[in-house]
């Protein structure tokens, strides 16, 4: 099948939007498609893409110039115009693409398309608001399939705008990592983990007053950190770690030197930017990459976050998330029970691996005929 993927989202970056659309072009070439990424130039790293997101070049990626002197409105629909003659010129089978008025145009062109909804329609412009509602080209037989990230987004569009349920499959993220199931014994103290961005819903000052609290364990924050004197004049107790983000490859080594990998979110959880409200809607890629490594994941009492997990089955929820001293009791509780450890993490292991990447493109597709 001759796929076409249009993404409007700059490439390379470090945002994790980015990171799934380039590992999901690879997995559906491993699944014997024949794949081209169309994106922006819009980019401000020049690293090679495929070294930057430790892919295999086993696809192409155009780049449409992202016409710098126009308004970031105009950019957009720019964007989703010329994208498609570009794909029209490749000969495409499939078009998928979470851009929606790239879905909107894509309609207009009787082309077949997969559309991917991340999030909710209000994080969208007023035009793509007013088009999505009036013209309901969401409902065309054009659009063979739409993918929605959770279930909480499918019943949202189903519920609030009349989206036909049949159409819509619900697909988490997953994980492109591939190593080997392994757990650390004899600990004199835990190793916990945060990668990711570093913004104020993701809850990296929770992360320093929890070091403050625990003389015992080790934390170790992996993302973009502007304020290093925060950290800094808060390490009381010489036991919190903090390391610029560092190149996608290099995620999973660092995720298997953890003991417990956290998700503290405490407010609204926001996208890249710090902006909007996806908390009804997520499905991070991280809670995927974490799983994929066989870790203790202990994370905010979130609910679309247990469309996934289980409590002490694969997942420690936080039920007062904002109090520090909620999220130690629970590190001193599993810090006792290594039998509790192993276990969690051996049940995240199989979970991680169920949650492929891979099997995420194999399932795109099933059914779909050309």
Known sequence: MRITYLSNTAIPSDVASSIQIVKMCEAFTKNGNSVNLITTNASKIKSNIFHFYDVKNNFKIWKINY????????KYYLFSIFSIIKGIKLKTDIYITRNYFSCFLLVLFKKKIIMELHHGLSEESRIVQWLFKNTKFINSKHVVKIVAITNAVKDYYTKNYSVKANKIQVLPSGSSINKNFKFRTHKK??????FGSIYKSRGYKLIIELAKLDKKNK?????????????RKNNINNNLYWNNYIPYKEIPKNLEMMDILIMPYVSSITTAGDVGDITNFTSPLKLFDYLRVGKIIICSDIIVLREVLKQNTNAIFIKNYKKPHSWLREI??????????????K?????GKAHSLNNRAKK????IKI
């Open 347 to 351: 049940n995240n292991y199989k979970l």
């Open 332 to 345: 001193n509780r599993i810090s006792i029970s290594n039998e509790k450890q192993f276990i969690i993490s």
């Open 364 to 367: 795109i597709l099933e059914n």
């Open 219 to 231: 934390y170790f924050i992996y993302g973009n950190i502007n304020n290093k004197n925060l950290f």
């Open 67 to 74: 016409f710098k002197t126009f308004p970031l409105g105009f």
């Open 189 to 194: 103290f835990l190793k916990i983990g945060y």
